[in-house]
């Protein structure tokens, strides 16, 4: 019986070249114990910075080779997301599959099944003059792996768009300063489309996948930015409550954490607030073959009040989650 572990992890903007006065070998020191003690087949990464060596030099991810380095999963199969062009990583912020199941294919979704609406601000100085596409932040990453039994595991990397208030002109100082609370209401309404977007993309990749396959293995990972109960995770979900349709509860999607104690479901604290925004969502065939989770958030540190206290720390502020499988045994 072959046991797998899969794991989602935000490096928080890894690179190589940090911004102000970050160590980037005291990063390496922090990141490494923390990929190590994962002890998983693979792993779904978030923010993963690129660059090149050279001018016309080929886009690398120079800083997590660093920190994988002389570890198994340094000669692992990866799988990078692409600019909006897709011709190469972007420099900030890509999706990173590693596996130690064979990859057979993979893809990137990025308004391929969702078009990106339209809408004219009300409050940008000066007001445009015609609607503009509201497209997302980022793409949404699908590989699908090879597992011993010959059957197909799909993984899906994701990273939404957070609830912060989007750029509007005239109506944003430098250093984060709105001018008007309307101003501030509208960047934040048009972060909502953006996620909630987003969520309904990866929605329709999953459909697209049971539509093949009703018994399909499917696993969405990463950093949602969302909640529980809030809109983009119940989209990607969906529950039988939301659809209200009892044959639909196979295509309901599961969240794994749910198997922790309430006290341990936390992957950031945000202001003294433990909130889980990373997660693990497994299809009702793969929940079979599940046999608990962990999230490594005992040193977490709030993402708001440490770094005042801690200037320039190694961090991240996010708490790796892993879930456990096996196929389950069958009589014959």
Same mark, same amino acid.
């Given at each position: 019986?072959?046991?797998?572990?899969?794991?989602?992890?935000?490096?928080? @903007?890894?690179?190589?070249?940090?911004?102000?006065? /970050?160590?980037?070998?005291?990063?390496?020191?922090?990141?490494?114990?923390?990929?190590?003690?994962?002890?998983?087949?693979? !792993?779904?990464?978030? +923010?993963?910075? &690129?660059?090149?060596?050279?001018?016309?030099?080929?886009?690398?991810?120079?800083?997590? *080779?660093?920190? /994988?380095?002389?570890?198994?999963?340094?000669?692992?199969?990866?799988?990078?997301?692409?600019?909006?062009?897709?011709?190469?990583?972007?420099?900030?912020? @890509?999706?990173?599959?590693? %596996?130690?199941?064979?990859?057979?294919?993979?893809?990137?979704?990025?308004?391929?099944?969702?078009?990106?609406?339209?809408?004219?601000?009300? %409050?940008?100085?000066?007001?445009?003059?015609?609607?503009?596409?509201?497209?997302?932040?980022?793409?949404?990453?699908?590989?699908?792996?090879?597992?011993? *039994?010959?059957?197909?595991?799909? !993984?899906? #990397?994701?990273?939404?768009?957070?609830?912060?208030?989007?750029?509007?002109?005239?109506?944003?100082?430098?250093?984060?300063?709105?001018?008007?609370?309307?101003?501030?209401?509208?960047?934040?309404?048009?972060?909502?489309?953006?996620?909630?977007?987003?969520?309904?993309?990866?929605?329709? !990749?999953?459909?697209?996948?049971?539509?093949?396959?009703?018994?399909?293995?499917?696993?969405?990972?990463?950093?949602? #930015?969302? &909640?529980?109960?809030?809109?983009?995770?119940?989209?990607?979900?969906?529950? +039988?409550?939301?659809?209200? #349709?009892?044959?639909?509860?196979?295509?309901?999607?599961?969240?794994?954490?749910? %198997?922790?104690?309430?006290?341990?479901?936390?992957?950031?604290?945000?202001?003294?607030?433990?909130?889980?925004?990373?997660?693990?969502?497994?299809?009702?065939?793969?929940?079979?073959?599940?046999?608990?989770?962990?999230?490594?958030?005992?040193?977490?540190?709030?993402?708001?009040?440490?770094?005042?206290?801690?200037?320039? &720390?190694?961090? &991240?502020?996010?708490?790796?989650? !892993?879930?456990?499988?096996?196929?389950?045994?069958?009589?014959?």
């Amino acid at each position: 019986m072959e046991r797998f572990r899969i794991a989602t992890f935000n490096l928080e @903007n890894l690179d190589d070249h940090p911004q102000g006065g /970050i160590d980037f070998e005291d990063r390496v020191s922090v990141l490494r114990p923390q990929f190590l003690r994962l002890r998983a087949d693979v !792993v779904c990464l978030q +923010e993963v910075n &690129t660059r090149a060596e050279t001018k016309k030099g080929e886009r690398r991810a120079f800083a997590l *080779d660093k920190v /994988i380095a002389g570890t198994e999963y340094e000669h692992w199969q990866r799988v990078v997301s692409l600019n909006r062009g897709g011709v190469h990583p972007a420099d900030k912020h @890509n999706l990173v599959i590693l %596996s130690r199941l064979p990859i057979l294919s993979f893809r990137q979704i990025w308004h391929d099944l969702v078009p990106p609406p339209s809408y004219r601000p009300v %409050s940008p100085v000066p007001p445009p003059d015609a609607p503009a596409a509201v497209e997302w932040d980022r793409p949404i990453l699908h590989a699908e792996l090879a597992l011993a *039994d010959g059957r197909r595991l799909h !993984v899906v #990397n994701v990273h939404l768009r957070a609830p912060r208030a989007m750029w509007l002109a005239g109506q944003k100082e430098r250093f984060g300063r709105w001018l008007s609370v309307g101003g501030w209401a509208e960047g934040f309404f048009l972060a909502a489309v953006k996620q909630a977007g987003q969520a309904l993309e990866v929605r329709l !990749v999953v459909e697209s996948i049971l539509d093949r396959d009703p018994e399909a293995l499917v696993v969405v990972c990463g950093d949602f #930015n969302s &909640t529980e109960g809030e809109a983009a995770l119940r989209i990607i979900r969906g529950d +039988e409550e939301d659809t209200g #349709n009892g044959h639909l509860a196979m295509r309901m999607l599961v969240t794994a954490e749910r %198997s922790l104690p309430e006290n341990r479901r936390f992957s950031v604290i945000h202001h003294g607030r433990p909130v889980m925004l990373d997660h693990i969502l497994v299809s009702r065939t793969l929940l079979g073959w599940y046999l608990g989770a962990e999230l490594h958030n005992e040193a977490l540190g709030d993402e708001l009040v440490s770094p005042a206290l801690v200037r320039d &720390t190694p961090e &991240t502020y996010h708490a790796p989650l !892993v879930a456990e499988f096996a196929p389950p045994r069958v009589v014959s």
